[in-house]
């Protein structure tokens, strides 16, 4: 998934501040970089997140996520 489309998603589902804490941890690692937009659209669904969340809390949340869809 792009910069941009992550950008889309986050502000679609009301995380745009939470992108902005977040961008430079995403890119460095490369937690969406083999993500399909509906994959983070269907997290946000979801999941409900608090705004002052940490990053290593939501990558947690968003890779627990991720595993169960696979094994469904």
Known sequence: ???E????VFSEYG???MYRRFRTPLYVT???DEV????LEDF???FELSPS????EFRFWFQYF???LKDS
């Open 1 to 3: 998934m792009t910069e």
């Open 5 to 8: 489309q992550m950008e889309e």
């Open 15 to 17: 995380h745009d501040e």
């Open 30 to 32: 490369g937690l969406f």
């Open 36 to 39: 399909e937009m509906d994959e």
């Open 44 to 46: 946000f669904e979801n």
């Open 53 to 56: 969340i940490f990053f290593d």
């Open 66 to 68: 991720s595993v169960t």
